[in-house]
C-alpha cells in the first residue's frame, strides 16, 4: 500500500518488529546509494534483515540496492546500515522513501550519514569525485513533494523545520580530515534532488547550474528534511559517478555507468566514513 503520511503507529509497528530481531542500540544510522552497498560488508554485523521482513519498510527495486538493513559495529560504534535505498520514482510516497530514517531514529541514531551516486555539474568535477555536501537545493520539495506533508509528528520536530545548518559543519570539517589523512582528494558542494527517474536534458543542466547546485541526484533531501526535523546531525556525501553532459558533447549518462562508478567510489566512501565512525 502507498502511505501517503506516516503516522506514529507505523514508525512504531516498524521499530517494534526491529527491537524482536536485534538488541543494539544504533548511534549511527547510514544509507548507502546506487552501487555502493559494498561498505556495508565490512560492519561486524549483529543482525541483517531483508526490508520485506520489516513492517511498511519500502523495497529497493533497483538494480545495485541490495534492499536490506545489516545492524552491527564498524569502528566500534553501534550503527545501523540500510544496504540500498527506496526512492520517490519507484512509485513510493514520500513518507514511505524516509521511513527508514525515522525508524533509525527511533531505534537511537543521534546522527545520519548518507551517501549518493550523483551527476557532476560543476565543471571541475571528475567521476570517481566524493563530494562533501555543503547545502542542498530542495527541488523536488519546492515543488511539493515534501515529507513532512501531512499531520505533523510533534515528537519528532516542529511543523517548520530550521533547514538553514543542514549538514553538519563539525561532521563536514572533520570529513575533510579524514579524508585528508587517507589520501583522497574531496570536493564541497551543493546538492539538488530531482524525482528522476530520466536523467536531465542539456537545458536542465545549464538551469541547474545556474541556480548554484554542483552535483545532481534523485535521493538523499527527503532523507535529510526527515532527519533534521527529527534533530539528527547529518553527514552527506555524494560519490560523483558522472559528470553533466551538454549538447554535442556525446552520450549522457547510464545507470550502467553509475554502478561502474560506484566500484571505484565504494572504498573511497568506505574509507571516509570509517574514518569518521572511529573519530566520533
Ligand atoms: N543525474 C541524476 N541523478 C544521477 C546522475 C545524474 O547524472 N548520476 C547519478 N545519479
Not at 523495497?59 to 526512492?87: D, F, N, W, Y
Not at 515543488?143 to 505533523?152: D, H, Q, T, Y
Not at 538523499?220 to 539528527?232: D, S
Amino acid at each position: 500500500m502507498k502511505e501517503e503520511f506516516l503516522t506514529n503507529e507505523i514508525i512504531q509497528s516498524a521499530t517494534d518488529a526491529l527491537r524482536r530481531r536485534f538488541s543494539l542500540s544504533p548511534r549511527v544510522g547510514i544509507i548507502l546509494g546506487s552501487g555502493l552497498s559494498a561498505v556495508a560488508e565490512v560492519v561486524q554485523a549483529e543482525a541483517v534483515i531483508p526490508y520485506p521482513e520489516i513492517p511498511h519498510f519500502p523495497h529497493s527495486t533497483v538494480e545495485g540496492h541490495m534492499g536490506r538493513l545489516v545492524v552491527g559495529h564498524l569502528e566500534g560504534q553501534p550503527v545501523m546500515v540500510m544496504q540500498g535505498r527506496a526512492h520517490y520514482y519507484e512509485g513510493y510516497s514520500m513518507a514511505q522513501v524516509t521511513l527508514p530514517v525515522r525508524v533509525m531514529q527511533m531505534m537511537g541514531a543521534e546522527i545520519l550519514i548518507v551517501t549518493n551516486a550523483a551527476g557532476g555539474l560543476n565543471p571541475a568535477f571528475h567521476p570517481g569525485d566524493v563530494m562533501i555536501i555543503r547545502d542542498h537545493i530542495n527541488l523536488i520539495g519546492m515543488a511539493g513533494l515534501s515529507p513532512l506533508r501531512g499531520p505533523n509528528l510533534d515528537r519528532f520536530g516542529p511543523r517548520f523545520p530550521d533547514m538553514s545548518a543542514a549538514y553538519d559543519r563539525e561532521l563536514r570539517a572533520l570529513a575533510r580530515w579524514v579524508a585528508m589523512e587517507v589520501n583522497i582528494p574531496v570536493r564541497e558542494g551543493v546538492y539538488i534532488c530531482l524525482a528522476g527517474p530520466s536523467f536531465e536534458t542539456p537545458a536542465d543542466i545549464r538551469f541547474l547550474r545556474m541556480i548554484g547546485a554542483d552535483a545532481v541526484g534523485m535521493s538523499t533531501v527527503p532523507e535529510v528534511t526527515v532527519a533534521r526535523h527529527g534533530g539528527m546531525r547529518v553527514l552527506g556525501l555524494s560519490g560523483i559517478s558522472n559528470v553533466a553532459i551538454l549538447e554535442g558533447e556525446g552520450p549522457g549518462p547510464s545507470h550502467e555507468e553509475v554502478l561502474a562508478a560506484g566500484r571505484v567510489l565504494a572504498p573511497r566512501l568506505e574509507a571516509i566514513i570509517r574514518g569518521v565512525l572511529r573519530q566520533l
